[in-house]
């Protein structure tokens, strides 16, 4: 039982590192914009059959694999920054939302054309298996989740801080007008945060396919819905709330799969942000993004 | 002296609602001019669109010789021109210090010396140089958005009403800096509701009403009460 719950929240440690990398790219978008990208997950999921397609024609390696998911969802995210948020700009945020909806659905037609099979393998990153210590289990996929969720918040932290382009992002947050008056390039900020968070949730999406060793055009609406669940339970736009967040998914999904079933992962886990949506503690409130 | 700002036929409006019907007005090189009328003629529009926050429907916009008008606000302040916003807009989640490297955010030389000299004119600054900015008095933040505004280097200063809601000891102070910024030898075009304390600066004046330019000339040009009436209730017509 014990060894249960620790196995359980490694495991869930590991996943919940992938779903704050998910939740940290959705929360840069809205922080920064107060918009929701329901694209999200799509253009990740773009991403991961460029690099799909590559192993499937190519039989290439597994770091020039992420660089293909990286490079494909940042090139996804631009297309849907140029034709859904840039021209809404002082527009409407439902107008956004809901042509980032379109756009989702265009991706999925686009893939499942160029690839028809519903499901494709996608190679592992590590060909071993799980390393064992003692009686628990450590699989090397999570170590390597654990250490980039810990380089991807230090490096964003960082960037937000102390340079340049964080102090432009900081002041687009706080006062777009006055930013504007300040000479900073505020659509062009707005484009790299985009790209920015395309990458982030890129490099989650290469995780995720590279553990779970398989593609399905679900992946997209997958991973809006757990970067969106990962955000709004971390308390919407903080990317601190971002991690809690999405290593609080982790852990309460790998422990409700172990003792109630797989059926009732997903319903624990709505259930969690039914119960927090309707109890609204003091930090789900709307923050700013630094 | 010659024309650093010249505008022209400007027109901006609010959907079907121009607020600016055709603006002509000038401001010398080197000089204070001040820009004063009732709430709602426009003022604020028109400082918003020479800034390039706003775009305008039509007419034209030279500063310094060149083609402004329309041209992106980050673009307008490379060329020289900075706004110091109406209720001052600073940056409320970041400390003082990063509001004035915001401001400085397009200069590529080292600025720690104008920073420097900043805080030696505004030694409030200093003191709450890592406080947030939203933790400053009302005065404390208009000397911060000047401040900021001052970052770019810039050769023309536009001011929308920096006496707003600020009590009068602040508002002394206020023009205080002004007159020592265009000895310095800023340009200053300033909108002000304060008429009393503009004439007292200003070597030149616009009376602006319902989006158009009414009156121009000199402080001594139209007596000061008939400039405070039509400054602050419009002219008897409207």
Same mark, same amino acid.
């Given at each position: 039982?014990?060894?249960?719950?620790?196995?359980?929240?490694?495991?869930?440690?590991?996943?919940?590192?992938?779903?704050?990398?998910?939740?940290?790219?959705?929360?840069?978008?809205?922080?920064?914009?107060?918009?929701?990208?329901?694209?999200?997950?799509?253009?990740?999921?773009?991403?991961?059959?460029?690099?799909?397609?590559?192993?499937?024609?190519?039989?290439?390696?597994?770091?020039?694999?992420? =660089?293909?998911?990286?490079?494909?969802?940042?090139?996804?995210?631009?297309?849907?920054?140029?034709?859904?948020?840039?021209?809404? +700009?002082? #527009?409407?945020?439902?107008?956004?939302?809901?042509? /980032?909806?379109?756009?989702?659905?265009?991706?999925?037609?686009?893939?499942?054309?160029?690839?028809?099979?519903?499901?494709?393998?996608?190679?592992?990153?590590?060909?071993?298996?799980?390393?064992?210590?003692?009686?628990?289990?450590? &699989?090397?996929?999570?170590?390597?989740?654990?250490?980039?969720?810990?380089?991807?918040?230090?490096?964003?932290?960082?960037?937000?801080?102390?340079?340049?382009?964080?102090?432009?992002?900081?002041? *687009?947050?706080?006062?777009?007008?006055?930013?504007?008056?300040?000479?900073?390039?505020?659509?062009?900020?707005?484009?790299?945060?985009?790209?920015?968070?395309?990458?982030?949730?890129?490099?989650? #999406?290469?995780?995720?396919?590279?553990?779970?060793?398989?593609?399905?055009?679900?992946? #997209?609406?997958?991973? @809006?819905?757990?970067?969106?669940?990962?955000?709004?339970?971390?308390?919407?736009?903080?990317?601190?709330?971002?991690?809690? =967040?999405?290593?609080?998914?982790?852990?309460?999904?790998?422990?409700?799969?172990?003792?109630?079933?797989?059926?009732?992962?997903?319903?624990?886990?709505?259930?969690?942000?039914?119960?927090?949506?309707?109890?609204?503690?003091?930090?789900?409130?709307?923050?700013?993004?630094? | 002296?010659?024309?650093?700002?010249?505008?022209?036929?400007?027109?901006?409006?609010?959907?079907?609602?121009?607020?600016?019907?055709?603006?002509?007005?000038?401001?010398?090189?080197? /000089?204070? @001019?001040?820009?004063?009328?009732?709430? !709602?003629? !426009?003022?604020? @529009?028109?400082?918003?669109?020479?800034?390039?926050?706003?775009?305008?429907?039509?007419?034209?916009? &030279?500063?310094?010789?060149?083609?402004?008008? $329309?041209?992106?606000?980050?673009?307008?302040?490379?060329?020289?021109?900075?706004? *110091?916003?109406?209720? &001052?807009?600073?940056?409320?989640?970041?400390?003082?210090?990063?509001?004035?490297?915001?401001?400085?955010?397009?200069?590529?030389?080292?600025?720690?010396?104008?920073?420097?000299?900043?805080?030696? &004119?505004?030694?409030?600054?200093?003191? +709450?140089?890592?406080?947030?900015?939203?933790?400053?008095?009302?005065?404390?933040?208009?000397?911060?958005?000047?401040?900021?505004?001052?970052?770019?280097?810039?050769?023309?200063?536009?001011?929308?009403?920096?006496?707003?809601?600020?009590?009068?000891?602040?508002?002394?102070?206020?023009?205080?800096?002004?007159?020592?910024?265009? #000895?310095?030898?800023?340009?200053?075009?300033?909108?002000?509701?304060?008429?009393?304390?503009?004439?007292?600066?200003?070597?030149?004046?616009?009376?602006?009403?319902? $989006?158009?330019?009414?009156?121009?000339?000199?402080?001594?040009?139209?007596?000061?009460?008939?400039?405070?009436?039509?400054?602050?209730?419009?002219?008897?017509?409207?």
């Amino acid at each position: 039982m014990i060894l249960d719950l620790i196995q359980n929240s490694f495991d869930g440690l590991a996943m919940g590192s992938a779903y704050a990398l998910l939740a940290v790219g959705f929360t840069l978008v809205f922080g920064v914009l107060r918009r929701v990208n329901l694209s999200y997950g799509p253009a990740i999921m773009v991403g991961c059959y460029a690099a799909t397609w590559m192993s499937v024609a190519f039989h290439s390696n597994m770091l020039f694999l992420l =660089g293909i998911t990286v490079l494909g969802s940042v090139i996804a995210g631009a297309y849907v920054e140029r034709l859904c948020f840039a021209p809404h +700009r002082q #527009g409407s945020a439902i107008a956004a939302m809901v042509a /980032s909806f379109a756009l989702w659905m265009q991706f999925e037609e686009a893939v499942t054309l160029v690839m028809p099979k519903h499901l494709y393998d996608f190679p592992p990153m590590f060909e071993r298996g799980p390393l064992a210590f003692g009686p628990l289990l450590l &699989r090397p996929e999570a170590l390597v989740m654990l250490a980039c969720a810990i380089v991807i918040c230090a490096v964003l932290q960082f960037l937000l801080t102390r340079s340049q382009f964080g102090l432009a992002v900081r002041a *687009v947050i706080d006062a777009p007008v006055a930013a504007q008056l300040a000479g900073i390039n505020v659509p062009r900020v707005l484009l790299l945060v985009f790209l920015l968070a395309s990458a982030v949730g890129g490099l989650a #999406g290469w995780l995720i396919v590279s553990t779970y060793t398989q593609v399905t055009p679900m992946l #997209g609406m997958w991973s @809006t819905l757990k970067g969106l669940l990962a955000m709004m339970i971390g308390g919407l736009g903080s990317l601190r709330g971002a991690i809690v =967040g999405g290593v609080a998914l982790g852990l309460v999904e790998a422990h409700s799969q172990w003792f109630l079933g797989p059926q009732a992962r997903d319903l624990i886990a709505y259930l969690l942000l039914f119960v927090l949506l309707a109890w609204r503690p003091r930090w789900m409130t709307i923050q700013s993004a630094s | 002296m010659s024309a650093l700002l010249e505008i022209r036929d400007l027109v901006t409006a609010y959907g079907k609602i121009e607020a600016l019907k055709g603006v002509n007005l000038e401001v010398q090189q080197g /000089s204070i @001019t001040c820009l004063l009328g009732p709430n !709602g003629a !426009g003022k604020t @529009t028109l400082m918003m669109t020479a800034a390039g926050i706003l775009q305008p429907r039509s007419g034209s916009i &030279r500063f310094a010789g060149a083609e402004i008008a $329309g041209r992106p606000p980050h673009a307008i302040v490379a060329g020289g021109i900075a706004l *110091v916003p109406e209720n &001052r807009l600073v940056f409320p989640n970041m400390t003082v210090l990063d509001n004035l490297h915001a401001g400085a955010y397009q200069r590529k030389d080292d600025f720690a010396s104008d920073i420097e000299r900043l805080f030696i &004119r505004f030694p409030r600054l200093k003191e +709450r140089s890592t406080q947030l900015a939203g933790t400053l008095s009302g005065g404390e933040q208009q000397m911060l958005a000047v401040a900021r505004a001052l970052m770019s280097r810039p050769k023309l200063l536009l001011m929308d009403e920096p006496s707003l809601g600020l009590a009068p000891l602040v508002v002394e102070e206020i023009f205080r800096i002004i007159v020592q910024l265009h #000895g310095d030898g800023v340009s200053i075009f300033l909108v002000e509701q304060n008429a009393h304390m503009a004439l007292k600066v200003a070597q030149h004046f616009y009376l602006m009403e319902q $989006g158009k330019v009414t009156f121009s000339g000199t402080p001594g040009a139209l007596a000061e009460d008939e400039v405070i009436r039509r400054a602050y209730l419009g002219s008897a017509k409207a």
